[in-house]
């Protein structure tokens, strides 16, 4: 089992992006305290649902001023960036790091940055599976060259090489069927959002497994990742007032932060009725609700690599609070309720 963290630098109402920003790279040494395994941080671009333009550069920040804990991206957008830019930096993040570092990627959406950055809707529309090949061609091998219709280049040396061997681990956002197959395909894992429930992970799951023995793959021990909302408070009742005072205030501005390209529509969602989504779907409560919730997800999933948002509370105090009482609290406890069927597992081995 391993369990995360899940960082957005997350502004809520006026709150200041810097303070935001800071706060996330704080809660990555905290969560390193807590006792967690893992710290993932997400990017966007030109808006307040995320005040991490580069998730990669936070990354190696985060390495930095870290010593045992797992630090991934979620995701790099594979739609903006170059993938040969990418997998040098991942490889050198691996390098330095002794192999802490682990690299989510995903396809993005139709917004703006497309236009900003240079690369185009085709790209977004078209380019994904063959900028995922060249990158994952980028992280295993000492030459990487583009041979496909998106980007095609001659074979270039690749330094520095990687630490982890036969290459650092790669994991896709996956949010719809294609990129799941693609993902099977692949055989690389997915993550699964926390805007959908264990039912609809479980679906994608069915058809992760349905297009890995298709392309020919075991989908069997694909370490998949689950993020998951996760506020902790003495009993469900004060989690729940404190998450609908401050779930709104993040979530209206910034998902109105999402400015699709021309001819591209923007989905609506109502900030009040997401909120309560999330606080129905996840892990939300006293420590004993939350561990419970936690067991029960893992359980009904078979996913055991778990990110959980912990910046929900709207305020610095109320994230750091969340980490060490997750990290006191719960963790323990989910971390027993795995341990008699490990312990089956190496008395049956």
């Known amino acids: 089992m391993r369990l995360g963290v899940f960082l957005l630098g997350a502004t809520f109402g006026d709150q200041d992006p810097g303070d935001a920003l800071r706060t996330a790279a704080e809660s990555v040494v905290a969560a390193e305290t807590a006792g967690f395994d893992e710290a993932w941080i997400a990017e966007h671009h030109f808006m307040t649902y995320g005040t991490c333009p580069s998730a990669i550069t936070f990354a190696g920040h985060a390495l930095g001023a870290t010593d045992r804990i797992t630090v991934g991206t979620a995701v790099s957008v594979l739609s903006t960036v170059h993938p040969v830019a990418l997998a040098e930096q991942t490889r050198m993040l691996d390098q330095l790091s002794g192999g802490r570092f682990a690299l989510g990627v995903g396809r993005g959406g139709p917004w703006i940055d497309l236009d900003v950055f240079g690369t185009g809707i085709e790209r977004y529309d078209h380019g994904f599976p063959d900028g995922l090949d060249v990158l994952l061609g980028g992280l295993s091998g000492d030459t990487v060259r583009g041979d496909g219709t998106t980007f095609t280049f001659p074979e270039v040396p690749l330094v520095p090489p990687p630490h982890t061997r036969p290459r650092p681990p790669v994991t896709v956002a996956c949010t719809s069927q294609a990129t799941t197959a693609l993902a099977a395909a692949r055989g690389l894992p997915m993550l699964l959002g926390m805007h959908i429930g264990t039912e609809e992970k479980n679906r994608m799951l069915a058809t992760y497994a349905d297009a890995a023995h298709a392309a020919g793959r075991d989908p069997a021990g694909v370490a998949h990742t689950s993020v998951v909302l996760a506020y902790v408070a003495d009993d469900r009742d ?14 209206g501005p910034g998902l109105a932060g999402y400015v699709p390209v021309a001819g591209r529509s923007r ?38 690599r778990v990110l959980m948002m912990v910046e929900g509370g709207g305020s610095r105090a109320r994230t750091l609070d969340t980490i060490r009482r997750l990290g006191a609290e719960v963790l323990p406890a989910v971390r027993e309720s795995r341990l008699p069927a490990q312990q089956s597992l190496s008395s049956g081995l």
């Open 238 to 251: 004060t989690a729940l007032r404190h998450l609908r005072e401050s779930l709104p205030r993040w979530l």
């Open 267 to 304: 989905p609506s969602r109502d900030p009040i009725e997401y909120a309560e989504t999330l606080c129905r779907l996840h892990p939300v409560g006293s420590p004993e609700d939350c561990a419970d919730h936690l067991h029960e997800h893992v359980t009904a999933t078979g996913v055991d």
